[in-house]
């Protein structure tokens, strides 16, 4: 297998076993679906390459395979066992209105929860990996579990990440100071710009709003209202602390 990355923040990935039959492009956050690995692009304008590869100017993507067999792409590991995927951040925020849970250092960092130094073109690469990306471009988008494991009292403590997240005032999906209802977010993938990703520009990964050029989105209705969202103080005990954030299918969790 070859993995290779546009210099800069573009994607390349070449599978070199691929199935020619496999090479169809498609529009919209799809390219080569059908193999499961080059899927999840959106709004792709280039020629498709040969052999499955969504490419630009290419080096290479820091790629390792561990003794555990997990796969390590930069700071993003990737579970094939537990179909998960895992990466670190730090708490950001303890207060003021957030729009969203997880950017990068080119992201909205005044308004996220956590920050993190994880490239999104990594995690996309891993969700690839994992097929984790939606297969027909008009459909729903894949659903996922998020979760959140945080030190506490010497151990290490796991949440899901809508525990950390709490209503600013009373809507039609919970009171004021509620934590957010316990639901799947969505996989939305990779927005291209240009042939860049675009999360990678934008910094942003997990949004609570509205934002086409997150990975992962907040299906709540909620994402409408920009003054909504609050960190969760009580959860978050210090602003800097270290935590890794974890993902994994939906229906992998619920079995």
């Given at each position: ?10 994607v390349?990935v ?11 492009a ?6 080569g679906?059908e ?9 792709r ?12 100017k290419?080096s ?5 395979t561990m ?16 179909r998960?995927?895992s ?7 303890r ?35 994992l097929?984790m990306c939606?297969?027909?471009?008009q459909?729903?988008?894949p ?9 506490c ?7 899901s990440?809508d ?9 039609p999906?919970?009171?004021s ?7 799947a977010?969505n ?6 710009n240009?042939g860049?990703?675009?999360?990678e ?8 709003i509205?934002?086409a ?7 709540r209705e909620?994402?409408?209202d ?7 103080s009580?959860?978050?005990s210090?602003?800097g602390?270290p ?9 992998a969790?619920?079995?």
């Open positions: 297998m070859l993995l290779a990355l546009a210099g800069g923040n573009g390349a070449e599978m070199a076993h691929a199935n020619p039959a496999e090479q169809t498609g529009t919209g956050r799809e390219f679906a193999s499961g690995v080059a899927s999840g692009f959106e709004k304008v280039d020629p498709k390459p040969a052999n499955n590869v969504v490419s630009q290419t290479a993507v820091p790629f390792e003794p555990d067999g997990r796969i390590r792409i930069g700071l993003v590991t990737l579970d094939k066992a537990k998960e995927i990466f670190p951040a730090k708490i950001n925020m207060e003021g209105l957030v729009e969203y849970a997880v950017v990068t250092s080119a992201g909205k960092v005044h308004e996220s929860v956590f920050v993190t130094d994880a490239s999104p073109t990594h995690l996309h690469l891993a969700a690839l990996l097929k939606r297969i027909d471009v459909g729903a988008p659903q996922i579990s998020i979760f959140v494991d945080a030190p009292s010497g151990s290490v403590k796991c949440e990440l525990k950390y997240i709490v209503y600013a005032k009373d809507n999906e919970g009171l100071g509620a934590t957010l209802p316990p639901t977010w996989y939305s993938g990779a927005l291209l240009g860049n990703v675009s999360a520009s934008e910094g942003s990964i997990i949004s609570l509205s934002d050029t997150a990975l992962i989105s907040n299906p909620g994402r409408l920009d003054t909504l969202h609050l960190p969760n009580r959860m978050l210090e602003v602390l935590v890794v954030i974890r993902f994994r299918s939906f229906e969790t619920e079995k």
